[in-house]
């Protein structure tokens, strides 16, 4: 077959290319996030018009008029915060600047 052929189901570095794809998806739908961290912005947001929640970006994403604004991983919570706000609330303690895997801030 050609180079795009049936020989990605046999010559998949993890071995058959559909057990690989079920692999992926099934770790995809158990993602780990803190589910008392999740509950408690639940909690915050019950409010707040025009909320959803979607899992994404390894966890629980929060959006608010179609902007993610807050999101929940193993054990934090990343906001998006006003820039200007930056340097003021990193004096709290427990709090960093995320660094995406890109290098943006």
Not at 43 to 51: C, E, G, H, R, T
């Amino acid at each position: 077959m050609g180079k795009f052929g049936n020989e990605l189901s046999t010559t998949h570095p993890r071995g058959n290319f559909w057990s690989f794809l079920l692999h992926l998806y099934k770790s995809i739908q158990s993602m780990a996030y803190n589910e008392e961290l999740t509950n408690r912005l639940r909690k915050a947001l019950k409010d707040v018009p025009n909320v959803e929640e979607l899992k994404m970006f390894r966890g629980v994403s929060f959006m608010i008029n179609g902007k993610v604004c807050m999101s929940v991983g193993d054990d934090e919570i990343m906001y998006r915060i006003d820039p200007a706000m930056h340097e003021e609330l990193l004096k709290h303690k427990g709090t960093r600047t995320m660094t995406m895997k890109t290098g943006r801030e």
